[in-house]
């Protein structure tokens, strides 16, 4: 059973598309698009354009949870799908999306440089994310006591794991971990609660011979993502994370 949102507090699937060339859809494509989207999901009614230049078609009137998103770059499609309800929710929507993408934004195998696809878990924690790292995954480890033999605090512990898949370095997985807590919190003891962060993310590289499409890449990589998301981050960092994070309550 696809339950990974019962091991965090916001669960969430994101894919980037990243480009060599820069996007330059004409306005009557870049609608036809969006309203392609709009019309296989009707809830994504909200049309946005950021500081940054960037569009985002999302979910009027939804919060984080359950929204889906696409939001358009100069030099890359990105999509997310907040609390999804399963793995064929996420399925249906980003193959919607990248089906779709080549012909309406002038998109060629020639132009893609990357894609990724990233599980990501957040635990919300009111407290001092990279102690609580640290001492819950590596209770032992030589450095981190050699540093912290004093009264030295820790103000970073963001373990950053990557794997190739293959001998060429075509697929890769990274595992991460990202904590928010600022200096300034350190300084005074007093903590928000904020979100500490998972990350599984499985990338393809373009330029090795693959011929599947942005929707078959994208469904291998959804299939890579999940097995080590479920096999490794669930058990060996979100459930220790959230049981030491439970009891420190």
């Known amino acids: 059973m696809w339950s990974f949102n019962a091991f965090c507090d916001e669960f969430y699937v994101t894919t980037r598309l990243f480009l060599k060339l820069d996007l330059e859809p004409s306005r009557e494509t870049l609608l036809h698009f969006l309203e392609r989207i709009r ?15 960037a569009l985002v078609l999302d979910e009027e009137g939804q919060e984080e949870s359950g929204r889906r998103y696409v939001r358009i770059d100069p030099n890359a499609l990105k999509l997310g799908y907040f609390s999804p309800p399963d793995a064929a929710a996420v399925s ?17 195998d020639l132009d893609y440089d ?13 407290g001092n994310h990279d102690e609580l790292v640290a001492e819950t995954l590596f209770p032992d480890h030589p450095l981190i006591a050699s540093l912290t ?22 697929r890769q997985v990274y595992l991460e971990i990202k904590g928010r ?10 903590y928000e609660p904020q979100a500490l962060s998972v990350y599984t993310t499985v990338r393809h590289y373009w330029g090795f011979g693959s011929d599947l499409g942005l929707a078959g890449v994208h469904r291998a990589l ?3 993502g999940e097995k080590y998301a479920g096999e490794c981050a669930v058990p060996h960092v979100v459930q ?10």
């Open 240 to 249: 220790p994370l959230a049981a030491a994070i439970a009891s420190r309550r």
């Open 222 to 224: 959804l299939a890579l």
């Open 149 to 170: 033999a004093g009264e030295e605090r820790l103000i970073d512990c963001q373990p950053f794991l990557g794997i190739t898949l293959t001998p060429d370095c075509e």
């Open 39 to 53: 019309r296989a999901f009707p809830e994504m009614s909200r049309l946005r354009r950021r500081d940054d230049g």
């Open 181 to 190: 807590t600022s200096t300034y919190e350190i300084r005074t003891g007093e």
């Open 92 to 108: 249906s929507f980003a193959g919607l999306v990248l089906e779709q993408a080549p012909a309406h934004l002038s998109l060629s």
């Open 114 to 126: 990357y894609m990724e696809v990233s599980y990501t878990f957040d635990l919300e924690y009111r």
